[in-house]
């Protein structure tokens, strides 16, 4: 007589609730990670792209050959904007782990 696996016991999992908060926070790790790498990402945009308009800028005034003004001005500005981006994204992101650490 075949015995199903529900009767018998086997096939159910049990999920205890250790390996389920190990889950969240497996996954949590990886958003953060996430959410890091884009701030990476888009500060090197910053900086990438408004230096190719200050390049640009240097090519229709023709002065690229002899002093490059423009994308020293793009470059020296993506950073800053850059990094005001990058201050206020990472204070932004911070404020639920501090209250994650508080409560615990």
Known sequence: ???SL???GRGMETKEPHDENKRTESGRQRL???QLSGLGLEFCLSVALIAAAGWWLDGLLGIR???P???LLG???GLA???YRLKL???EWEKPHKDELKSK
Request: proline share 4%; glycine share 12%.
């Open 89 to 91: 994204r990472l204070e």
């Open 1 to 3: 007589m075949p015995c």
């Open 32 to 34: 953060d990670y996430g």
């Open 81 to 83: 904007l850059g990094i």
């Open 75 to 77: 470059v020296f500005s």
């Open 69 to 71: 003004a423009g994308l």
């Open 6 to 8: 529900a009767a018998s």
């Open 65 to 67: 050959q002899s002093f």
